[in-house]
T-cell receptor, first 115, second 114 residues
């Protein structure tokens, strides 16, 4: 069965600090997809990135970067030079191509960026 | 454009009321979803519609009744709810139904059952 673990429940940083959100996953499928979503206080889940299991290339988008390592089953998310607007709950999620195909979420990490 | 809209934004209802939540997307997506999210928890899947047909019902109580009138519209009819049903209800859509699909979420409806 698939599982996503986000061990950090809450993180608090000061603006301009770098912060890494950890995500560890479990799956028996060889083809799977990993996602990160951001949920600000308003409630909407905002899609950030999707990665398939065959693409281990790290990705950078502005201040955001993602480090996918199959060897450790991790898909970590780093925010560089954090800003107050980055304050939100961040969810890592996993879906399998051949399994249930449902999106399985981690419990989320609440990030607070203080001015 | 990856917009999913939901109405109403907030809803307060009594346990004997009947109400409906509405979700709409105009991205040509053929899969639509309802999720329930309690405070400080991740979203929980309730229903999946694929090509306007109910594909998945996650053993949701019958007081929640989904409906997909067309490929752009998804409703959730509520009847005789309990206070524990108070939550954020999120709608999502994706191009198709499958593990590789990215789900795009709406802003949600915050429901309070008194």
């Amino acid at each position: 069965a698939q599982k996503v673990t986000q061990a950090q429940t809450e993180i608090s940083v000061v603006e301009k600090e770098d912060v890494t959100l950890d995500c560890v996953y479990e799956t028996r499928d060889t083809t799977y997809y990993l996602f990160w979503y951001k949920q600000p206080p308003s409630g909407e889940l905002v899609f950030l990135i999707r990665r398939n299991s065959f693409d281990e290339q790290n990705e950078i988008s502005g201040r955001y970067s993602w480090n996918f390592q199959k060897s450790t089953s991790s898909f970590n998310f780093t925010i560089t030079a954090s800003q107050v607007v980055d304050s939100a709950v961040y969810f890592c999620a996993l879906s399998e191509a051949g399994g249930s195909e449902k999106l399985v979420f981690g419990k989320g990490t609440k990030l607070t960026v203080n001015p | 454009d990856t917009e999913v809209t939901q109405t109403p934004k907030h809803l307060v209802m009594g346990m004997t009321n009947k109400k409906s939540l509405k979700c709409e997307q105009h991205m040509g997506h053929r899969a639509m979803y309802w999720y329930k999210q309690k405070a400080k928890k991740p979203p929980e899947l309730m229903f999946v519609y694929s090509y306007e047909k109910l594909s998945i019902n996650e053993s949701v109580p019958s007081r929640f009744s989904p409906e997909c009138p067309n490929s752009s519209l998804l409703n959730l009819h509520l009847h005789a709810l309990q206070p524990e049903d108070s939550a954020l209800y999120l709608c999502a859509s994706s191009q198709g139904w499958g593990g590789e699909e990215t789900q795009y979420f709406g802003p949600g409806t915050r429901l309070l059952v008194l």
